[in-house]
C-alpha cells in the first residue's frame, strides 16, 4: 500500500470542514446476532426492560491518534440505557489509531484494529485497561475487524492491500500469531479503484461460514473458516454491479437476507443468503433517499427485531429509515433524518436497539437516538456528545 493511500483514508474527512473525496475511511460493525428462534417481538420487548433497568453502561469510542485534532487512544464513556445521554471521559492510551472496535462474546476482552501502513490489532482486557497486546494483522490500514461467536478467533480486514487475517484468540483474551492471510486477487480492480479494498470480515449468522466485503473489487467473498486450524477456504463470490463500491453487510435477524451499503454508486442492495452454501445474492440496487450524485452511504444496521433498518449517509449527513418486509426479503424506504453532525461514519445500536449510536467523524461527536419499537421513529436524545475525530461507538 502507498504511503499516500493511507493518508487519503487518515485525513479525507477527518477535520471539521473538510471536504468528501472519492475514496474515503470505512468502519464496519460488529458481527450480527445469531439467527433468532424465539418471537422477535418477545425477545426484544424482554431486553429493552433489562437495559432501562441497568443503569449506565459502558461506551467505547473509536478514532484516529495520529490526526490534528485526534483522541490518544479508545475513548471510555457511560450512557444511560433509558435517557441516551453520554456521561463521563477517560482514555485507554498507547494504542494506535484505534479507528474500529470489537468485544469478545464473554465481554471481557476489547479488540481494535490499528489502522496504520503496518497494520496490527491490539487487545485490552477492561476490568483492569490493561493492553495484552498486539500482532501484525499482515496488511495495511486495517479498517475492521470482528469475533467469531466461538471467541476462538479475531477476523480482521486489510483496506489498503485487500486482505483478510485470522487471528487465535487465547482463554486470556489475547491474540496469537496470525493463521491465515488471503489477499483478494480475482477478480481485477472494479472501475476507478487500483486494486482490492477488504472492508469488512464477519460471520454469518448460522455460525457456518464468514464474509469478507471488498469495494475494491466490487465482491462479497465467502470463506469457510477451519475452526481447530484458524485457516480460510473460499467457496463463492458474489459480485455488484462495476463501481458499486460495496462497503458494509449487515444480516437481517432471520438469517436469510442480508443488507450491502455501496457506498461508490450511492445505493443499498438486499442479498439473499444460502446457508447451506454461503452464497450470497445480490439484488439490484435501491435509493438511500439522498437524491442525485452520491452521499458516500457508509452502514447499514437492522433493529433486533428485524423491522428496521437505518443506513448512514455521510455527504448528506443523515439516516435513511427503511420498513424490512416480507421477513427480510424487501427495504422499503420511509424518509431520511438529520444526524445532529457531519460525517456520520459508523452506527452501532444498543444491545436491545432502543438507541442508535452515530460517530460523526467531521463534527468530532457522537449523536444519540431513540429508536421508537412501533414505528422506527427516530429522536434524537439531547445534544451530540463530544469525542475526538468520532469514528466509532461501540455500545455494551
Same mark, same amino acid.
Given at each position: 500500500?502507498?504511503?499516500?493511500?493511507?493518508? %487519503?483514508? %487518515?485525513?479525507?474527512?477527518? $477535520?471539521?470542514?473538510? +471536504?468528501?473525496?472519492?475514496?474515503?475511511?470505512?468502519?464496519? /460493525?460488529?458481527?450480527?446476532?445469531?439467527?433468532?428462534?424465539?418471537?422477535?417481538?418477545?425477545?426484544?420487548?424482554?431486553?429493552?426492560?433489562?437495559?432501562?433497568?441497568?443503569?449506565?453502561?459502558?461506551?467505547?469510542?473509536?478514532?484516529?491518534?495520529?490526526?490534528?485534532?485526534?483522541?490518544?487512544?479508545?475513548?471510555?464513556?457511560?450512557?444511560?440505557?433509558?435517557? +441516551?445521554?453520554?456521561?463521563?471521559?477517560?482514555?485507554?492510551?498507547?494504542?494506535?489509531? @484505534?479507528?474500529? =472496535? &470489537?468485544?469478545?462474546?464473554?465481554?471481557?476482552?476489547?479488540?481494535?484494529?490499528?489502522? !496504520?501502513?503496518?497494520?496490527?490489532?491490539? &487487545?485490552?482486557?477492561?476490568?483492569?485497561?490493561?493492553? $495484552?497486546?498486539?500482532?501484525?494483522?499482515?496488511?495495511?490500514?486495517?479498517?475492521?475487524?470482528?469475533?467469531?461467536?466461538?471467541?476462538?478467533?479475531? =477476523?480482521?480486514?486489510?483496506?489498503?492491500?485487500?486482505? #483478510?487475517?485470522?487471528?487465535?484468540?487465547?482463554?486470556?483474551?489475547?491474540l496469537g500469531e496470525r493463521t491465515?492471510?488471503?489477499?483478494?486477487?480475482?477478480?481485477? @480492480?472494479? @472501475?476507478?479503484?487500483e486494486g482490492p479494498h477488504a472492508?469488512? *470480515?464477519?460471520?454469518?449468522?448460522?455460525?457456518?461460514?464468514?464474509?469478507?466485503?471488498?469495494?475494491?473489487? /466490487?465482491?462479497?467473498?465467502?470463506?469457510?473458516?477451519?475452526?481447530?486450524?484458524?485457516?480460510?477456504?473460499?467457496?463463492?463470490?458474489?459480485?455488484?454491479?462495476?463501481?458499486?463500491?460495496?462497503?458494509?453487510?449487515? *444480516?437481517?435477524?432471520?438469517?436469510?437476507?442480508?443488507?450491502?451499503?455501496?457506498? =461508490?454508486?450511492?445505493?443499498?442492495?438486499?442479498?439473499?443468503?444460502? !446457508?447451506?452454501?454461503?452464497?450470497?445474492?445480490?439484488?439490484e440496487p435501491q435509493s438511500t433517499?439522498?437524491?442525485?450524485?452520491?452521499?458516500?452511504?457508509?452502514?447499514?444496521?437492522?433493529?433486533?427485531?428485524?423491522?428496521?433498518?437505518?443506513?448512514?449517509?455521510?455527504?448528506?449527513?443523515?439516516?435513511?429509515?427503511?420498513?424490512?418486509?416480507?421477513?427480510?426479503? %424487501?427495504?422499503?424506504?420511509?424518509?431520511? #433524518?438529520?444526524?445532529?453532525?457531519? *460525517?456520520?461514519?459508523?452506527?452501532? $445500536?444498543?444491545? /436491545?436497539?432502543?438507541? $442508535? *449510536?452515530?460517530?460523526?467523524?467531521?463534527?468530532?461527536?457522537?449523536?444519540?437516538?431513540? #429508536?421508537?419499537?412501533?414505528?422506527?421513529?427516530?429522536?434524537?436524545?439531547? /445534544?451530540?456528545? &463530544?469525542?475526538?475525530?468520532?469514528?466509532?461507538?461501540?455500545?455494551?
Open positions: 500500500m502507498s504511503s499516500g493511500d493511507l493518508s %487519503r483514508r %487518515r485525513f479525507v474527512g477527518a $477535520l471539521a470542514g473538510t +471536504g468528501a473525496a472519492v475514496t474515503l475511511p470505512a468502519c464496519g /460493525d460488529a458481527p450480527s446476532p445469531a439467527e433468532d428462534t424465539t418471537r422477535p417481538e418477545t425477545t426484544a420487548g424482554t431486553a429493552r426492560e433489562a437495559a432501562r433497568h441497568s443503569g449506565p453502561r459502558p461506551l467505547y469510542l473509536g478514532t484516529y491518534t495520529s490526526v490534528e485534532g485526534g483522541g490518544k487512544g479508545i475513548g471510555v464513556a457511560n450512557y444511560d440505557a433509558a435517557t +441516551g445521554r453520554i456521561t463521563g471521559k477517560a482514555t485507554i492510551e498507547n494504542i494506535g489509531d @484505534p479507528s474500529y =472496535l &470489537a468485544l469478545h462474546p464473554n465481554g471481557r476482552t476489547l479488540y481494535a484494529v490499528n489502522e !496504520r501502513e503496518d497494520g496490527a490489532v491490539t &487487545a485490552v482486557r477492561l476490568s483492569d485497561r490493561e493492553i $495484552l497486546g498486539s500482532r501484525s494483522t499482515g496488511g495495511g490500514a486495517p479498517c475492521h475487524l470482528s469475533v467469531h461467536p466461538s471467541g476462538r478467533w479475531l =477476523l480482521s480486514a486489510n483496506y489498503g492491500s485487500g486482505s #483478510v487475517a485470522v487471528h487465535p484468540i487465547d482463554a486470556s483474551g489475547a491465515d492471510l488471503v489477499t483478494h486477487d480475482s477478480p481485477a @480492480p472494479g @472501475p476507478g479503484q472492508h469488512q *470480515f464477519i460471520t454469518s449468522p448460522d455460525g457456518g461460514h464468514v464474509l469478507a466485503v471488498d469495494l475494491g473489487a /466490487d465482491t462479497v467473498y465467502t470463506y469457510r473458516l477451519d475452526t481447530r486450524a484458524g485457516t480460510l477456504t473460499e467457496v463463492s463470490q458474489a459480485h455488484t454491479r462495476p463501481g458499486a463500491g460495496p462497503r458494509h453487510l449487515t *444480516f437481517h435477524p432471520g438469517g436469510r437476507y442480508a443488507y450491502l451499503a455501496n457506498e =461508490l454508486d450511492n445505493t443499498v442492495s438486499v442479498c439473499g443468503y444460502d !446457508r447451506a452454501t454461503g452464497r450470497l445474492t445480490v439484488s433517499g439522498t437524491g442525485e450524485g452520491t452521499s458516500y452511504p457508509a452502514q447499514i444496521v437492522v433493529t433486533p427485531d428485524g423491522r428496521y433498518a437505518c443506513l448512514a449517509n455521510r455527504g448528506h449527513n443523515s439516516l435513511a429509515r427503511y420498513a424490512v418486509e416480507a421477513d427480510g426479503a %424487501r427495504l422499503r424506504l420511509l424518509d431520511t #433524518v438529520p444526524v445532529s453532525g457531519d *460525517f456520520p461514519r459508523q452506527l452501532a $445500536l444498543a444491545p /436491545d436497539g432502543t438507541l $442508535l *449510536f452515530a460517530a460523526n467523524q467531521r463534527s468530532s461527536t457522537v449523536s444519540v437516538f431513540h #429508536v421508537d419499537a412501533d414505528s422506527g421513529e427516530l429522536r434524537l436524545a439531547g /445534544d451530540p456528545f &463530544a469525542s475526538p475525530v468520532a469514528v466509532c461507538a461501540l455500545p455494551v
